[in-house]
């Protein structure tokens, strides 16, 4: 076990709690304009699922657990999860959705993830940044309408709703932020 200020934490970190293995799902740093700033920090307890909120001072020592953080390639999902593998001992892994929470929407045959491995356990999975998808429903570009900030609602490929700049049309392929679903550009391809 390592010990890190609770600043330094970020999302898909491993910490000891009493103990217990936590994920990070999201780590933020709340600097009040009197009093001592904070790290708020929502985890899920990886043994069971449960999700816990936690304040620290962002000066407390915290726990880290050793993980390793490994390359993995998906090759398909069936019942019993999502089976990826290591491209350099072509050792394969189970994962649950549980692990993958809504991410699992945008995990594409191939992809290349990094898997945080505990004790021979997929605790916690981070995707790429970006994935390219295809726009298959959206409402008809509206003529006249060239205000540039105005968005329209999309339904992508995977299932996830997104918003799109008015010129995208029905068969685009777009890039969007695997993180929150949000629109980047026109795929290059």
């Known amino acids: ?13 491993v910490v ?10 999201s ?5 009040p304009g009197k009093g001592t700033p904070v790290t708020q920090l929502d985890m899920r307890r990886i043994s069971d699922g449960v999700k816990v909120s936690e304040r620290y001072r962002t000066t407390e020592q ?11 390639s998906f090759l398909y999902q069936d019942g019993e999860g999502f ?13 649950s959705a549980d ?3 809504d991410q699992a929407a945008y995990i594409q045959e191939g992809m290349e993830v990094t898997l945080s491995v505990h004790e021979g356990v997929a605790i916690a999975i981070e995707l ?14 509206t003529k006249g309408q060239t205000a540039s900030s105005s968005y329209k609602p999309a339904m992508l490929s995977n299932g996830v709703r997104s918003a799109v700049p008015p010129h995208i049309t029905v068969g685009t392929r777009i890039v969007v932020m695997t993180a ?7 795929a290059k391809d």
């Open 128 to 141: 790429p940044q970006r994935v390219t998808l295809e726009v298959i429903e959206t409402e008809p570009v």
């Open 16 to 25: 000891d709690k009493d103990g217990r293995l936590y994920v990070i799902l």
């Open 180 to 186: 929150d679903g949000s629109y980047v550009e026109r």
């Open 99 to 101: 692990v993958l929470g």
């Open 62 to 72: 915290v726990e880290r657990a050793y993980v390793e953080d490994r390359p993995h």
């Open 27 to 31: 780590a933020e740093n709340i600097h």
């Open 83 to 95: 089976h990826f593998m290591n491209p350099e001992t072509y050792d394969q892994v189970t994962v």
């Open 1 to 13: 076990m390592v010990k890190v200020i609770a600043s330094s934490l970020r999302k898909g970190n």
